[in-house]
């Protein structure tokens, strides 16, 4: 089989993914991949999704090689500039798509559920720019941690509901927008924020952000002599890293997705079920689900997306962990010796590049710089003090 | 069309053949007091009963059955010790489970079919298992003689609605309205008009759940539907109150769907 092609009918990558819904939202979910399976499939849907992320968005995103933080490591080190999209970060690949999408099947509002804010952000500013009614929900603690997104969600006219409910964090924010959803699934779509949930979102959600791999594939080869021996992204549920390993999986670069230690789903989870998909996901004995406890709200998740469980069954690529602690020096690292804040999420990437980097001497390794640290500025500010 | 009907559903055709409206009240097991509880609605006239084994993300599940879940989550309730605590009942009528779709896939199918068996359990809703994804559980279900209900929603096209039926064993739940459990100041419109539709199409019982909140509305769905279940009306009153208004509240829509039309 060939990797990262359509999952198969049942909306499989191996065993995992599926559609695990609400018998009321199954027709919502059928409708909507018979709606992108034909609108990807129309040339002037895709023209006009390409002149959306030229330009509004901002694409192509750059390359960047980090020539200080190389040296120091001693590998050539480069970065895709996700953070330079507009609104921050490659949320709004999808997020652009998706709207296009809505639009097209004649809804007229979006929900959607956000972990730091970035793809709250960037829902509710698709929403603005095509005139589409948005409400976003979040944890009580990610607004608390994430407030000045959430002032700009507001800002340009959607509604932010604080989510009180478990661990008022991402998870609990995809609960409250999935009951949204079932009560009002006759003019809203889902607009879910990563390669997640049921079919076909973890699916079209890839697709929507392939661009990030497919560009970084022909930079790469344009600029830097060839594809990277490393490939590194974090990993919440997975949407960055989707979309720039589809670039790289038919090539002999090693793939790595980052998951924060207190969230690692591959690392430390078994198979299971929320949130409509079969993946690898933290649970108890009884498989309750458990808690993911991280210094960013966005990789705050103890679940992932089925199709890097998918990839790490079959050993194509690997997710690592890091800790909070390295992903501080990192964030600081990077600042200081590039000029360039990154957001928390894209520093656990960093982080683990420079606790590898002995062992990666001489390589070429590309990391997804998935979004801006601005958002995470007060909040470390709070940590350095 | 399917197999000889289960404990369950038998039960229900029998009762239904003498004229009686069905009524299943929904508690959440293991949130303290949940067993008087039990015991009262079934002295009230309860036909069967839904014992809610509480999940970490309950998605189909609005406010009050959230904090009841969280209450006995909190309260260390666990599969295994709600079920425990199930085999100690001793009532006359049906027990099912309503459970989400983890708990089964965690344990296993085969292993968790049995346990439900082995506590006296005959039946089991799981409202995120949509039919395309049910093959497995029911099959291991079918095995160990659980009978495992599906649900049906307003927004199901017309030819959905007969495979729904045609794999639903114990009785079609008929999904009152486009959302999550909780109550409702109205009965939805779509409450009868797909437990009219289903009526028209299976004889296996169909019982209208999910925003069915008081005895009038009881009453008004049981003009089309067989019965009715009864979620976050009686789960507040065990929350707010205890076993004893939930056996009031049992009775009272008991009168209610009973009275002559
Ligand atoms: C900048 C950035 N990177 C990464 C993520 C994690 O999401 P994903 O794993 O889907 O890329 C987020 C989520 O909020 C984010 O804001």
Partial sequence: ?????????????????????????????????????????????????????????GRPSILTECHNLGRRLGIRLVMKREDLNHTGSHKINNVL?????????????????????????????AAALMGLECKVYMGAVDVARQELNVFRMRLMGSEVEAVQSGSRTLKDAVNEAMRDWVATVGNTHYCLGSVMGPHPYPWMVREFHRVIGDEAREQMSTSFGGDPDVVVACVGGGSNAMGIFSGFVDTGARLVGVEPAGGAAVGRGVPGVVHGMRSYLMQDEYGQVQEAHSISAGLDYPGVGPEHSYLASIGRAEYPAVTDAEVIDAFQLLSR??????????????????????????????MNLSGRGDKDVAQMMEILR | MSAAPGRMEQSFRDRRAAGRKLLVPYITGGLPGWQDALRAAVAAGADAIEIGIPFSDPVMDGPVIQEASQRALDAGATPVSILHEAR??????????????????????????????????????????????????????????IETVMLAAPTAPDERLPRVCARARGFVYSVGLLGVTGERSALASTATTLAGRLKAITDVPVLVGVGVSNAAQAREAVQVADGVVQGASVVRRLLEAGADAVGEYVAEVRAAIDADI
């Fill in chain 2, 88 to 145: 100690e009942l001793d009532v006359e009528v049906p027990l099912a489970v309503m459970l989400y779709y983890n708990t089964v896939h965690h344990a296993g199918h085969h292993r968790f079919a049995e346990q439900l068996a082995s506590a006296g359990i005959v039946a089991a809703i799981v409202p995120d298992l949509p039919l395309e994804e049910a093959g497995p559980w029911c099959e291991a279900a079918d095995a160990s003689s």
């Fill in chain 1, 97 to 125: 798509g998706q709207a296009l999408l809505a639009k097209r099947m004649g809804k007229t509002r979006l929900v959607a559920e956000t972990g730091a804010g970035q793809h709250g952000v960037a829902s509710a500013t």
């Fill in chain 1, 1 to 57: 089989m060939t990797l990262m092609a359509e999952p198969s009918a049942t909306g499989r990558f191996g065993e995992f993914g599926g559609r695990f819904v609400p018998e009321t939202l199954v027709p919502a979910c059928q409708e909507l991949e018979a709606a992108f399976r034909d609108a990807w499939a129309d040339p002037v849907f895709r023209q006009e999704y390409r002149d959306i992320l030229r330009d509004y968005a």
């Fill in chain 1, 337 to 366: 010796t590039e000029g360039i804040i990154p957001a928390l999420e894209p520093a656990h990437a960093l982080a683990w590049i420079v606790r590898e980097a002995p062992t990666m001497q001489g390589a070429t390794v590309l």
